[in-house]
Every structure is written in C-alpha cells, then in structure tokens.
C-alpha cells in the first residue's frame, strides 16, 4: 500500500479499519533470479548484496588513470602478441590483476577511441594494412582479458610477477617478517581459498603458527600454464596431430605445475627454518622436555634411594629378628640339653637299677644256660625300653618277691620281642609293595646268570631310540640263552632293577678289578729299583706295560682306544699286507691279538643286532 504525501493544511483521519494483511509468494525473473542465485551461492544477504553491488552509473565513475603508451603500441609487432604485456597495451599497467571487468573495459574503449584506425585516418595518422596494424594488438589484448579463464592464464604467466625465495641464511632470520611478509603476501594470490593466513607478528601464538604453515605446506594453487602453449590445437590438420599437440602441451604444463610446487615448498621450507617464533617454540620444547628428564631421573634417584633405604631397614629388621631366633634357639637348645642330659641320668640309674635288681636276683634261674639268656635279655631291655618303661619294670620287680619279680620280668622280655618282631614284618611289607606294581609279576620270575650277562650285553647293543627296542633285546636272549622264557615286559623290570643297583654293581666291578690286577702284578714278580737319590720317572702307560709283559691288555676297551681301532681300519684295508701289525702301531696300549679279538667283537655284534631286529620285523 502506498499513501500520497501530506499537505500542509491536511487533515487525518481513521475513516475505516485495515484489512489484514495477506501474505503473497512470487518468484525471481530476469536479472533478479540471477542476483538471488549470486546471494545464495556466496551466503549473502540482501543488505550486503546491496552494499557490494554496482550500479553502471557508479561503474562509469570508476576513474583510471590514463597512461602514455603511445610509443609502447607503435613498437609491437602484432604476429608477436602473445609476447606483449596485455595490461600495459590496454594503458592498466599499474592495476594489472587487480583491475576489475569495468576498468578493463573502459580502459578498451578509451583505447579505441584513441587508436582505432578510422579515427587516425581522420586525424592524418599513418595506419597498417589489416592485421599488421597495432590495432589488432588492442584487440587482442581485449580478448584475454575480457575473458575470465583468458585472463586467468595469463595471469599465471604474468612477467611482472615476482617468483623470487627468499634465502634461509643469516640476514633473512634478522629480517624475518620483512623478508618473508611480502613474498607469502605476494604468493596468496594464487591459492584457491578465499582468505589466507597473514604470517602474523612475533607475538603471535604458536597454533596460529602451526596454522599458517599447515595452510603454506597444502597450499592448494589456481596458478596454470595453459598461456604458454607452443601450439594451439586447433590449427592441427587431422585428429591425431591435435591429439599429439594436446599431449605436448599437457606435459609440458604438468613439467611447469611441478616446478611451481617446489618453488612454494621451498619458500616455505626457507621460511620455517627461518621463523623466530618456531625457533623459539623449539628451544622452549627442548628445555621442557629436558626438565622432564631431569626430573624423571630425579624420581628415579628419589626411589632407588628409597627403595635402598626400605631394604636396607628390611636387612636390619630380618638380622634382628633372626638374631632373636638364634637367642630363642640356643636358650631352647640349652633347655633342652640340660633336659636330655637329666633324662640320660635318669635313664642311665635305671638301666644300673635294672642290671642290679636282676644279678640281685640272680637273673631269675639257677641254671647257667637260662642265666646266660637272661642277662642277654637285661641288656637288651635295658638298651631298648624307654625311661617310664624301664621305671616301670623296676618298681615291678623291686617290690615284688620271687616268682612275681620273674613274671614281671618274662612279660618285658616277651612284649620287646613282640614288638621287633612286628617292625620286622612292617619292613618287610614296605619292601615288596615297594618292589611291586605293574611288574610284580616280572619279579618272580628267576634270571640265571647268562640271561643277565647277555641282557647287559644285548642293552649296550641297543640304545635308547631303537625301535622296540625291549622286544629286539627279548629276542636276542632267546637267540644266545634258548632256555629263557622272558619277555619285554620281564626284559623292562630286570632293567630298572639293575639300574637301581648300578651303583653297588660298580664298587663290586672296580673292587673286582682292583684285586684282578693286584694278582697280575704280584704273579709278575717285578720289583723297581730306583737308584738312591734319584726319583723314579715313568715312561709308559698302563696299558703299555701290559701290553710288553703279559702280551695283551685284559682292561676294556676305552672310547678313545675304539675311534683309533677305527680310523686304523680305515687307514689300512684288507689287501694291506701285515695289516694287523701296522694296526696295533697305531694303538700303543693294545697289541695285535687285542686288535683282532676287538674286531670279532665287533663283527658278532653286528650281525646279532641285525638278527633281532630281522626277528623282529618277522614276528609282525
């Protein structure tokens, strides 16, 4: 609704109450939708709109200052016009790409007003025929920049463009924020977001820091090089020429992409090296984290002192109380010696009581055969009963007269023996179910002395990892001893009872051959007499000796004697000529019949263990 203004001598009145208001919906058209579409792309209001928004009017009062660039437009060659400075044809040199579209634009009219050929024809001037004209310059200098990814590329290869970095040396640290300001200034023109991080003052945090240089180091950048295409793919004849000049153009632009990468990376690699303010944030970072580590090696000093100090306490507390315990030890000991040797007096009186109360009574008997078992009898229990039985017996046969005193004495006998007698059977039980179990059976069985013998010789001749090596061994026994009737299980039970008694089998060995060799000795009848003065010195072996007095050495067959036996063997084949002889040089302690006898041992051996094993393979 819309009211005429007011008169002076007008009057107002209320002649009828309003209608209400009714809400009505319309849409944009024409300009209008486009400037709604502006608003709702960039998120501005109708105000801001308003307040950003120019009018032609305000448009034609853009004011540019005109620039004599006569002599600029007379030396270009128009075949060259992608080597002239575009902003400096159309007289905008100093705006360059912070001219808008209006000022280009006026600034294109201003020159065609000026330079047209037309309008110097009028005015008598000399003009170039067609495009050979300067002319053609300013056109050309329009078209790329009245176009926005023209002017854009261009821009890109703008030679006025400063791409200079910064130094990380010495005078750019002291100069830090004039040095580098500028150029990251400078630089910001290309990236792709609207706002850049300014590099801020000494005093700025060190998130805004950490902010700015996030921002440098993924620096997203507009900047290309499509300008500087060597060939334009249009004037290519066929498809495949266009296609080839598009793909040295491309590589070409990505060569120079990457240079303009490295260039910003290194400006702002200069700059981080150079930036007071990280320098500062590090030294900072530095210090707190070694005040962190000394204090860290502080508490550990802290409490390994303190922990020095509870066990050193801990030892003291535990030497105490075990100083204590030795007082309380030897104090109790002491008590209990004096106690022991109370009850060994005590004792002691008793058995003298007994032994006197007995020949007191002449031992009970007149006979001297029963006198004697008697006083066998009173020593036993004197040496067996203990204190209260024996102060017992004594004041039983103390106050009792004759066949009462014997009685008494007869129970102590009987009841001493009874109980000997149930030890003796509780040690024996123990015995069997010690020797019993699973191979209680194989316990009763009875072994002869040749089923030991080659039991013992069968085991060394099978080791542990045979297979079934208790059933080959069994069938060994049976092949030497036809008598035997012993199976593995029976073969398993002698074993482990040999082993048990390995040791007291060995003593009877070595003592066995100790008086074997005693025999030898003296049936030898050799007697040594050193010189007076002089120390006997022995020259030989045992086994040498023996070997040059008896002609053989009865001792076994050591493992070092064996490896010798064997490398001889080896050393002298069959068809060696006197080979039992050069076999016994090898071994000093052993002479040629020993050599040969070793070898037959060997030789049975062999074939009785491969006998077993063939047994047994055929058993199954």
Same mark, same amino acid.
């Given at each position: 609704?819309?009211?005429?203004?007011?008169t002076?001598?007008a009057?107002?009145?209320?002649t009828?109450?309003?209608?209400?208001?009714?809400k009505?919906?319309?849409?944009?058209?024409?300009?209008?939708f486009?400037?709604l579409r502006?608003?709702?792309?960039? *998120?501005?209001s109708?105000?801001?709109?308003?307040?950003? #928004?120019s #009018?032609s009017?305000e448009?034609?009062n853009?004011?540019?200052?005109?620039?004599d660039?006569?002599?600029?437009l007379?030396?270009?060659?128009?075949?060259?016009w992608k080597q002239?400075d575009?902003?400096a044809?159309l007289g905008?040199?100093?705006l360059?790409?912070k001219a808008?579209e209006?000022q280009?634009?006026?600034?294109?009219? #201003?020159m065609?007003l000026?330079?047209?050929?037309d309008?110097?024809?009028?005015?008598?001037?000399?003009?170039?025929?067609g495009?050979d004209?300067y002319?053609?310059?300013?056109?050309?200098a329009y078209e790329i920049?009245?176009n926005?990814?023209k002017r854009?590329?261009y821009?890109?290869?703008?030679p006025?463009?400063?791409n200079?970095?910064?130094?990380?040396d010495e005078?750019?640290?002291?100069?830090?924020f004039?040095?580098?300001g500028?150029?990251f200034e400078r630089?910001?023109?290309w990236?792709?977001?609207r706002?850049a991080p300014?590099?801020?003052?000494?005093?700025t945090?060190i998130e805004?820091?950490n902010?700015f240089?996030?921002?440098?180091?993924?620096?997203? #950048?507009?900047?290309?090089?499509?300008?500087?295409?060597?060939?334009?793919?249009? *004037?290519?004849e066929?498809r495949e020429e266009?296609?080839w000049?598009?793909?040295?153009?491309k590589?070409?632009?990505q060569?120079?992409k990457?240079?303009e990468?490295?260039r910003?990376?290194?400006?702002v690699?200069n700059?981080y090296?150079?930036?007071?303010?990280?320098?500062?944030?590090?030294?900072?970072?530095k210090?707190?984290?070694?005040?962190?580590?000394r204090?860290?090696?502080?508490?550990a000093?802290q409490k390994?002192?303190?922990e020095?100090r509870?066990?050193?306490?801990?030892?003291?507390?535990?030497r105490?109380?075990?100083?204590k315990?030795?007082?309380?030890?030897?104090?109790?000991a002491?008590?209990?010696?004096?106690?022991k040797?109370?009850?060994?007096?005590?004792?002691?009186k008793?058995?003298?009581?007994?032994?006197?109360?007995?020949?007191d009574?002449?031992?009970f008997t007149d006979?001297e055969d029963?006198?004697?078992?008697?006083?066998?009898?009173?020593?036993?229990?004197?040496?067996?009963l203990?204190l209260?039985?024996?102060?017992t017996?004594?004041e039983?046969m103390?106050?009792d007269?004759g066949s009462?005193a014997?009685?008494?004495?007869?129970?102590?006998?009987?009841?001493?023996?009874k109980?000997?007698?149930?030890?003796?059977?509780?040690?024996?039980?123990a015995?069997?179910?010690?020797s019993?179990g699973d191979?209680?059976q194989?316990s009763?069985?009875?072994?002869s002395e040749?089923?030991?013998?080659c039991m013992?010789k069968a085991?060394?001749?099978?080791?542990?990892g045979?297979k079934?090596?208790w059933?080959?061994?069994?069938?060994?026994?049976?092949?030497?001893v036809?008598?035997?009737?012993k199976? =593995?299980?029976?073969v398993?039970h002698k074993?482990?009872?040999l082993q048990?008694n390995?040791v007291?089998?060995?003593?009877?060995a070595?003592k066995?051959a100790?008086?074997n060799f005693?025999?030898n000795? *003296?049936?030898?009848n050799?007697q040594?007499?050193?010189?007076?003065?002089?120390?006997?010195?022995r020259?030989?072996?045992v086994?040498?000796q023996?070997?040059?007095?008896?002609g053989?050495n009865?001792?076994?067959?050591?493992?070092?004697?064996?490896?010798l036996?064997e490398? =001889?063997?080896?050393?002298?084949?069959?068809?060696?000529?006197?080979?039992?002889?050069?076999i016994?040089?090898?071994?000093?302690?052993r002479?040629?019949k020993?050599?040969?006898k070793?070898?037959?041992?060997l030789?049975?051996?062999?074939?009785a263990k491969?006998a077993?094993q063939?047994?047994t393979?055929?058993k *199954?």
């Amino acid at each position: 609704m819309f009211l005429l203004p007011a008169t002076d001598d007008a009057v107002t009145s209320v002649t009828a109450p309003l209608s209400a208001p009714v809400k009505v919906s319309f849409e944009s058209a024409g300009r209008w939708f486009e400037a709604l579409r502006l608003r709702r792309r960039h *998120k501005h209001s109708l105000s801001h709109h308003s307040l950003q #928004s120019s #009018s032609s009017e305000e448009s034609d009062n853009e004011e540019i200052e005109e620039e004599d660039n006569l002599i600029l437009l007379q030396g270009l060659d128009p075949k060259e016009w992608k080597q002239q400075d575009h902003y400096a044809v159309l007289g905008i040199s100093k705006l360059r790409y912070k001219a808008t579209e209006n000022q280009i634009k006026k600034a294109y009219k #201003s020159m065609v007003l000026k330079h047209h050929p037309d309008k110097r024809k009028a005015r008598g001037l000399k003009v170039g025929d067609g495009e050979d004209d300067y002319f053609t310059c300013i056109t050309r200098a329009y078209e790329i920049l009245g176009n926005k990814l023209k002017r854009r590329s261009y821009d890109s290869v703008d030679p006025q463009f400063d791409n200079d970095v910064p130094p990380a040396d010495e005078e750019s640290k002291k100069n830090f924020f004039k040095v580098f300001g500028p150029v990251f200034e400078r630089n910001s023109r290309w990236s792709n977001r609207r706002t850049a991080p300014s590099l801020g003052t000494d005093s700025t945090s060190i998130e805004d820091v950490n902010r700015f240089y996030t921002f440098w180091y993924d620096f997203d #950048s507009w900047r290309e090089y499509s300008y500087l295409d060597e060939e334009e793919k249009e *004037k290519g004849e066929n498809r495949e020429e266009r296609r080839w000049i598009e793909k040295q153009n491309k590589a070409a632009r990505q060569r120079l992409k990457k240079e303009e990468t490295a260039r910003i990376r290194q400006l702002v690699d200069n700059a981080y090296a150079c930036d007071p303010r990280v320098i500062r944030y590090r030294e900072e970072e530095k210090e707190k984290k070694e005040a962190q580590k000394r204090a860290k090696k502080e508490a550990a000093r802290q409490k390994a002192l303190e922990e020095e100090r509870i066990k050193r306490e801990a030892l003291e507390e535990e030497r105490k109380k075990k100083e204590k315990e030795e007082e309380e030890a030897k104090a109790q000991a002491a008590i209990a010696k004096k106690e022991k040797e109370a009850q060994k007096r005590l004792l002691k009186k008793e058995r003298k009581t007994l032994r006197t109360v007995a020949k007191d009574k002449n031992y009970f008997t007149d006979a001297e055969d029963e006198k004697v078992t008697n006083m066998a009898d009173v020593d036993r229990l004197a040496d067996q009963l203990s204190l209260l039985q024996l102060q017992t017996l004594n004041e039983a046969m103390a106050a009792d007269e004759g066949s009462r005193a014997k009685e008494a004495f007869s129970e102590a006998v009987q009841e001493l023996n009874k109980q000997i007698e149930e030890e003796k059977q509780r040690h024996l039980e123990a015995l069997q179910k010690q020797s019993g179990g699973d191979n209680s059976q194989g316990s009763k069985k009875s072994w002869s002395e040749a089923e030991i013998q080659c039991m013992i010789k069968a085991v060394n001749l099978f080791p542990a990892g045979t297979k079934e090596r208790w059933e080959v061994i069994a069938n060994f026994i049976h092949q030497h001893v036809p008598t035997s009737n012993k199976n =593995a299980k029976d073969v398993l039970h002698k074993a482990k009872e040999l082993q048990k008694n390995d040791v007291f089998l060995k003593q009877n060995a070595d003592k066995k051959a100790f008086e074997n060799f005693e025999k030898n000795v *003296k049936s030898a009848n050799v007697q040594a007499n050193p010189k007076e003065g002089v120390v006997s010195e022995r020259f030989e072996s045992v086994g040498e000796q023996q070997v040059r007095e008896q002609g053989t050495n009865p001792a076994p067959w050591s493992p070092e004697e064996q490896k010798l036996l064997e490398q =001889a063997l080896k050393s002298y084949p069959a068809s060696t000529a006197d080979r039992w002889d050069r076999i016994s040089e090898c071994i000093s302690t052993r002479s040629k019949k020993d050599c040969m006898k070793r070898y037959k041992e060997l030789v049975e051996m062999v074939k009785a263990k491969k006998a077993a094993q063939d047994a047994t393979t055929k058993k *199954k």
